[in-house]
């Protein structure tokens, strides 16, 4: 009994001191970092959101500090987001952005530098020509402005088998002009995927039968992030990387700043 109760107070304090680490980061990453500035009364673009890692309750909490937030999925209908229309972006009790239907790697309706910033929470990894889809990111966010992209961390995904994607694979789909319909990979992500930390998905036969289907639902991770490649595209691009930082479950974070030339 003793045992078992000393297990429980070591299970409870490792819970507790875990969430007042979370709690502290919540509140207080951006602040140290000084990168609220960035957000605070700024104009902004979010790809494949809305998302609740910038709610109040998130692991960055921006949207509550922004002016506008416009939003920009990829259809009308998604696995994440559900039924969704041309029209009113509603992130933050109180504020509303616009929201458009459109590619994430070819922001048309977006000009050059319209935006102070862009976030995109676990959007980058569906997209199959990474370098292409952050250059048109950069495109449209001011000189001096932000990117935050967050991508899965593979060890805790259902992607830990799979290997890091090269950048040097990043730079050939650049070349041979990769879209969004590319299966490149389908065969590896088919024999990889670990279907027991991807439930929702059903058995192996219908996991195929949607993943063969991607260019309809986008569900498939095109690729497998880490620093090192992220640092790579950020180099190419010519993005300053702030900050990067592994945030519990499975986040990896990475804030890039746009050169102010």
């Given at each position: 009994?003793?045992?078992?109760?000393?297990?429980?107070?070591?299970?409870?304090?490792?819970?507790?001191?875990?969430?007042?680490?979370?709690?502290?980061?919540?509140?207080?990453?951006?602040?140290?970092?000084?990168?609220?500035?960035?957000?605070?009364?700024?104009?902004?673009?979010?790809i494949g959101g809305p998302s609740q890692v910038f709610t109040d309750k998130g692991i960055f909490p921006i949207y509550r500090l922004?002016?506008?937030?416009?939003?920009?999925?990829?259809?009308?209908?998604?696995?994440?987001?559900?039924?969704?229309?041309?029209?009113?972006?509603?992130?933050?009790?109180?504020?509303?952005?616009?929201?458009?239907?459109?590619?994430?790697?070819?922001?048309?309706?977006?000009?050059?530098?319209?935006?102070?910033?862009?976030?995109?929470?676990?959007?980058?990894?569906?997209?199959?020509?990474?370098?292409?889809?952050?250059?048109?990111?950069?495109?449209?966010?001011?000189?001096?402005?932000?990117?935050?992209?967050?991508?899965?961390?593979?060890?805790?995904?259902?992607?830990?088998?799979?290997?890091?994607?090269?950048?040097?694979?990043?730079?050939?789909?650049?070349?041979?002009?990769?879209?969004?319909?590319?299966?490149?990979?389908?065969?590896?992500?088919?024999?990889?995927?670990?279907?027991?930390?991807?439930r929702g998905v059903g058995d192996r036969q219908s996991f195929e039968r949607r993943s063969r289907e991607n260019y309809l639902n986008?569900?498939?991770?095109?690729?497998?992030?880490?620093?090192?490649?992220?640092?790579?595209?950020?180099?190419?691009?010519?993005?300053?990387?702030?900050?990067?930082?592994?945030?519990?479950?499975?986040?990896?974070?990475?804030?890039?700043?746009?050169?102010?030339?």
């Open positions: 009994m003793t045992n078992k109760l000393t297990r429980f107070a070591r299970w409870y304090l490792t819970k507790q001191i875990n969430a007042i680490s979370y709690i502290g980061l919540r509140k207080h990453f951006l602040k140290v970092n000084d990168f609220e500035k960035y957000f605070l009364n700024r104009n902004g673009l979010e922004l002016n506008n937030l416009d939003g920009c999925n990829f259809t009308n209908e998604t696995v994440w987001e559900g039924s969704i229309s041309e029209g009113v972006y509603d992130f933050y009790p109180g504020k509303t952005g616009r929201q458009f239907i459109c590619e994430g790697s070819s922001l048309v309706f977006a000009g050059n530098e319209q935006y102070d910033f862009l976030l995109s929470s676990h959007s980058l990894e569906h997209h199959a020509n990474v370098i292409r889809t952050l250059h048109e990111w950069k495109r449209v966010v001011r000189p001096g402005g932000i990117l935050l992209i967050i991508v899965p961390e593979k060890k805790f995904t259902f992607d830990h088998k799979r290997d890091y994607t090269p950048f040097d694979h990043f730079v050939l789909d650049e070349k041979d002009n990769v879209g969004e319909d590319d299966l490149t990979h389908l065969q590896e992500i088919l024999q990889l995927h670990d279907l027991t930390r991807d986008r569900c498939l991770h095109q690729h497998v992030f880490n620093f090192g490649n992220l640092s790579g595209v950020a180099n190419y691009l010519q993005l300053e990387i702030l900050a990067t930082k592994f945030v519990r479950p499975y986040h990896n974070v990475i804030f890039m700043r746009k050169g102010e030339s």
